[in-house]
């Protein structure tokens, strides 16, 4: 009985398996899904070579022999500038027997010293003046082949000789260029004290402080020309110098009285009103004068005014016709020589 039973358990696993085999063989196959998704892979450039060995240098064949002799090709030094000195223009001239070429030297010098590079204010000033100019030559002739020790006598021979309309046009043919050039090559040349503030400095002057000095000096000699030119046209502005002198010597006269008056004790008064009198008046006739030469030179100052005023009054006693047409002649010259002054300066640039 049990033998039977185990049996039926063997063939009841033999069908199963039977069965098993069956389903498997008889199943078709499934294809598996596959990703069918593309990759694409970057390609990279293949490499260049650099511009410049396909064309970027180009070399030069050397045909050279190998005995030649070796070449420095070190780049040469940079060039030194040598500043040229500029040498002094050589003029020929005639000299005058009386004012000599010594007079141009010194009246270069004046100006020179007159000039400052850099004033109070910083900038270039000039104090060359008509007052300045009469004043340096009256303390000493320097330039005139005169005689004596008398500096009054001497100055009043030398004008009598030089201060005529011919003489005057005479002399300036003579010196005027040689003056301009001597000026100009002096002060380029020649080391002197210049004023720089308020210290003193020894050296020449640039070109272009000669040009600044030029200029400046130029507009003071076309202000001058201009009242010279004013006097010798107009009379009564001597006359009134005349008068404003005589009103001086009115307010000496009555000062002298009242003086008197206090010394004798006497009543003081009259002599007090006589001098105030004469004080108001010598002060009208000033005004009067320098109202008539303002009208002439606006930019002049009233002491440069009044002095060639009164110099001019003293030139004019005793030949006034004569030395007036004198006036004119000398406006007519300092006008050119400011025209020489600009245009020297502009060949300085």
Sequence with gaps: MKERQTALILIGCAI?????????????????????????????????????????????PDYSPSTATPV????????????????????EISEDKVVTFTFVESLADYFLHRFLPSGPNGKPTSLASA????????????GFAVSGNDIRASRRAVLDYAFTPTMLKTLYELYAEAFVVHLADTAATDERQYIEGKIQV??????AEIAVMLRLNSRRIERTATVLRA?????????????????????????????VALADEKDTKKAGADLKRAILQRQQVKAELLTQLKQTCHSCTEAELFYLAQWSYRRVLNEPEKKLKTFE??????????????????ELK
Excluded at 135 to 142: A, M, P, T
Excluded at 246 to 258: C, L, S, T
Excluded at 329 to 346: C, P, S, V, Y
């Design 16 to 60: 199963l398996l039977a069965l098993g085999s069956y389903l498997l063989l008889s199943d078709s196959p499934e294809e598996t899904p596959k990703n069918t998704a593309q990759v694409k892979q970057t390609v990279e450039k293949p490499a260049q070579a650099p511009d410049w060995v396909n064309g970027g240098q180009e070399a030069t």
């Design 72 to 91: 420095d090709t070190t780049p040469p030094p940079a060039p030194v500038l040598i500043p040229v000195v500029k040498e002094p223009q050589t003029i």
């Design 131 to 142: 007052m300045t100019l009469n004043k340096y030559y009256g303390r000493e002739l320097d």
């Design 202 to 207: 020894m050296r020449t002057l640039t070109n």
């Design 231 to 259: 006097i010798g046209q107009q009379p009564h502005l001597t006359d009134m110098a005349g008068r404003y002198l005589r009103a001086v010597k009115a307010v000496e006269r009555a000062n002298g009285q009242m003086q």
């Design 329 to 346: 002649t000398a406006a007519d010259i300092l006008d050119d020589l400011a025209t020489r002054f600009i245009n020297k300066a502009d």
